[in-house]
């Protein structure tokens, strides 16, 4: 069945913004939130991966994270011809020549014995910097990308030094080329610090306050604000950026990490000139750890932001459907993927997607929103845990047939008097 097609339409700071979703539903949100629906082809029998996230429609919750794979026209055109639900270019800075990538600049974790060189690979470090592409170039691609993909979500990652002025005009300038949203990297954690970006932002609260503040002011598409695990509580940051008028957070940017020293040269890796610096670290490995922080910030969202105006993309170690159903079970709007385009190819997302649909069938979801978050209330305290498990221990006890305890046995067949001792 095709379903109706309607170009996006920007409301920017009318008043009177409303967004509507795919169910149809009329939201109050918050004003800079445009709509956009498009025309699919969606078979009745298969459930629906599409979602409307901050008034944006994607056909699927996969959204290119940022980085190499979202770092040019080329490879963008590539995403959007895969499939991909939104992308998420490689972060921009107004002034590129300060941006000095070195080479190797990742290293690779893999399982097996003594990291064999055959072992499949777990963990990325990087030492990359955000995009040394030349400002001009990149805004003329997202332009390009926009014009050829009108219906497509494109969005653009930022960053830039502690200067209100300078973070006006990058948003100015990169508005001008289209893109339907901005991500704020608040997060990388190489490199970027030692100039007052980047990580330096997201972990302070204060600074982050008045950063946002800048930002908020300046924007009129949806802003989501990229955050860092490398804190203690990620869900400060992340209520700091949602209350400073961001209308989603991102989660998580890399790890910070040392890949590892090489035994026989005594030198860190990945080793440039015979050095090394922390990198971000990525990929599967780190997927648990994500899961912990999307978790925090999802429990966070759901008890202070109502989760129709205010979103969760949710980021690390996806490499599965299963992976992905994961984060939506903890509440997250969509799911980015980085390291595992970089391993497996654009073409990944067509496995996702069928792996996504293929928990929703075996579940009877016909739609994201029939699950999302539906995990996230099975999280409690340890205390939590033992008074649970205590008064569970009580409730199978006053039902028990068999022996309370030793004391009960009599010695007629001790296999079967044991077993009914087990709760
Ligand atoms: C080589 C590389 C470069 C990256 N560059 C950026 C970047 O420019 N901006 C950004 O916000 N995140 C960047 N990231 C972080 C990813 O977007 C993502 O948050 C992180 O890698 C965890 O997700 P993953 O396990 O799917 O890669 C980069 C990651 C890698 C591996």
Known sequence: MASLSMSQIRIGNCASGFGLNWAGKVQGGPSRVGFRVFASETQAT?????????G????????????????????????????????IAKTVSLDAAKVINVTPRYARLRAGANGSAKGEIIGWENIELISDRPLETMLKEFKQLKEEYPDRIL?????????????????????????????INFSCPHGMPE???????GQDCALLEEVCGWINAKSTVPVWAKMTPNIT??????????SSGCEGVSAINTIMSVMGINLNTLRPEPCVEGYSTPGGYSAKAVHPIALGKVMNIAKMMRSEFDSENYSLSAIGGVETGGDAAEFIL??????????G??????GLVKKLCLELQDFMKKHNFTSIEDFRGASLEYFTTHT????????????????????QSDKDWTGDGFVKESESMEI
Not at 166 to 181: F, N, P, S
Not at 330 to 339: D, E, I, P, W, Y
Not at 341 to 346: A, L, P, R, S, T
Request: with cysteine.
């Open 195 to 201: 100039r007052k970006m980047g990580a330096a932002v």
């Open 56 to 87: 944006l429609h994607m056909p699927n919750p996969f959204v290119i994270g940022s980085g190499p794979p979202g770092t040019n026209y080329t490879v963008m055109k590539r995403a959007f011809d895969e499939g991909w639900g939104a992308v």
């Open 330 to 339: 903890l509440g997250a709007n969509s799911v980015q993927v980085c390291t």
């Open 341 to 346: 385009v970089m391993m497996h190819g654009y």
């Open 155 to 183: 969005i653009a990652s930022i960053m830039e030094e502690y200067n209100k002025a300078a973070w006006e005009e990058l948003i100015d300038r990169v508005e001008q080329t289209g893109v339907d949203a901005i991500e």
């Open 46 to 54: 298969e459930p629906d991966l599409s979602v409307t996230v901050n």
């Open 233 to 242: 509580d990620i869900s400060q940051p992340a209520r700091v950026a949602l």
């Open 384 to 403: 939590e845990l033992v008074r649970r498990q205590q008064e569970a221990i009580q409730r199978r006890k006053a039902i028990k047939k068999g022996l």
